[in-house]
């Protein structure tokens, strides 16, 4: 059986209570050996219509898919922003670290301020350990939620917009490191992927602070 649509029953309740920009949150690239971390905001408010139709979280959806999705979100979002830290920043101060200065990207590209976030998971990357290090003061209310992604329309939007910009750096980095095949696995550890590595060794790319596979010796 598929899956339910994503909804907007949780975003509504939150602008019920005191919410005019509501500025929804996902993240993509956590997991990979090579390339940012992305997180994506797509803002709504009161006025928020349909989601456009076919709506998933990304990981549910096929590559044309999402790219059908990126206008019809656009136009249905109030303002929206991808925001990434890059795998040297991730080196220096960890991943949760480079959430947050993702984040914060996002969020400072935005046409305005929002009065809260409602963000996948559940740690708060946002004003939560090294927000310090982001670009903008924290909003004053984040909501975390399991699943978001899955269940809230808002996310999956972010989720869709986040992944679609982080696949399209990758596949163009692919073009400069054509041995780690990033355009196909957009950085994560596939077997190809990590057999470039233990032959090639890494790049300026890479996580390097991550436990990646070894350079074969003798090569």
């Known amino acids: ?16 209570h005191g919410c005019l920009r509501l500025a929804a949150l996902d993240e993509v690239g956590r997991g990979a050996l090579a390339g940012p971390v992305s997180v994506g905001a797509v803002v709504i408010d009161a006025s928020v219509g349909v989601p456009p139709r076919g709506l998933a979280d990304s990981k549910l959806l096929t590559a044309m898919a999402r790219g059908r999705l990126v206008e019809p979100i656009r136009a249905w979002a109030v303002s929206w922003a991808v925001g990434h830290a890059t795998a040297l920043e991730i080196d220096q101060g960890g991943i949760m670290a480079a959430l947050t200065l993702a984040a914060h990207r996002a969020l400072a590209a935005l046409d305005g301020p929002v009065d809260a976030i409602l963000l996948d998971g559940t740690i708060d990357y946002v004003t939560g350990a090294g927000a310090g290090r982001g670009v903008i003061p924290a909003p ?8 978001a992604d899955r269940d809230c329309a808002s996310v999956a939007a972010a989720s869709v917009l986040a992944k679609v910009t982080r696949d399209a750096m990758m596949t163009e980095l692919d073009r400069d ?18 057999a470039a590595l233990a032959h090639y ?11 990646l596979p070894a350079r074969a010796l003798g090569v």
């Open 1 to 16: 059986m598929p899956a339910a649509s994503p909804t907007l029953d949780m975003e509504r309740s939150l602008l019920r």
């Open 177 to 194: 490191y054509p041995q780690y095949q990033w355009a196909r696995n957009k950085g994560y550890g596939t077997g190809p992927h990590t």
């Open 140 to 147: 004053p209310v984040v909501t975390t939620r399991a699943k």
């Open 201 to 211: 060794g890494p790049c300026e790319r890479h996580r390097r602070s991550w436990n």
